[in-house]
């Protein structure tokens, strides 16, 4: 249990389809993010959000949209995805500005499939 | 942040310590050496991270040289459940978790 809690963990969705995936932490911690990992690939870093701003998207489609309605909860909504698009997706946490804002917390992932 | 080299994959007998080096000869004065590591399917798990001096937890130890060239990551008595991808980062300290991972390395721990 690392703090970070993602919903669904598994998720199949076809390319009309649209979902959402939800993260949940737990530490406190201000600053959140969505990392991800398609298969024999590294992590891949696509949104971090810093006291709920959006400070960085990583040339990330459209088609995933982030939402951080507070400092404690991240959202990835889904639609129109490709079936390139399946991969893990993760979320994490951290606190910048205390000299361990690169301490991060992961969840667990939410596998996605696109069909 | 700087590029960092670590072998593909390594083998380690159960009990024996693992040692999993990392170069990262262009590495900065502010940068530290992070540790994660990633078991199959799950998270990446935070392991330890240094700066220039020797660290110890729970988990590891981290021997980095004094050129600060490279760095060993150390699992002192590796157990079937330690086998997982080892991912060395060197970046600034408070980089906000923008961490750029590699290939890692794989480590199996054998019975």
């Known amino acids: 249990e690392t703090g970070v809690t993602q919903t669904p963990r598994h998720l199949v969705m076809g390319m009309t389809n649209k979902k959402s995936l939800k993260c949940e932490q737990h ?12 298969a024999k690939k590294p992590l891949e870093l696509m949104f971090v959000y810093n006291f709920k701003e959006q ?9 995933f ?9 991240l959202f990835l909504h ?11 997706y993760l979320c994490a946490s951290s606190q910048p500005g205390t000299g361990d804002g690169n301490t991060i917390y992961f969840g667990e992932g939410s596998w996605l499939t696109v069909v | 942040d700087a590029k960092t080299t670590q072998p593909t994959s390594m083998d380690c007998a159960e009990g024996r310590a ?28 935070y ?17 980095i040289t ?23 980062i060197a970046t600034g ?16 721990v054998k019975p």
Not at chain 1, 55 to 63: D, F, H, K, M, Q
Not at chain 2, 33 to 43: E, K, M, P
């Open chain 1, 27 to 38: 530490l406190g911690h201000n600053a959140m993010y969505w990392y991800k990992q398609s």
């Open chain 1, 78 to 88: 889904l639609h129109t995805l490709q079936p390139e698009d399946s991969a893990l």
């Open chain 1, 55 to 63: 400070t960085e998207n990583n040339s990330v489609p459209s088609r």
């Open chain 2, 66 to 88: 004094e050129d600060r060239k490279s760095s060993t990551l150390i699992l002192p008595h590796a157990t079937l459940r330690d086998t997982a991808v080892y991912y060395c």
């Open chain 2, 93 to 108: 300290r408070d980089n906000t978790g923008k961490l750029i991972f590699g290939q890692g390395t794989t480590l199996q």
């Open chain 1, 65 to 73: 949209s982030p939402e951080c309605p507070n400092s404690s909860h």
């Open chain 2, 18 to 45: 693992a040692n999993l080096p990392c170069n990262h000869s262009t590495i900065s004065g502010n940068e530290y050496v992070y540790w994660y590591r990633q078991i199959h399917s799950q998270g990446p798990q």
């Open chain 2, 47 to 63: 392991i330890i991270h240094g700066l220039k001096n020797n660290e110890t937890n729970e988990m590891a130890s981290l021997i």
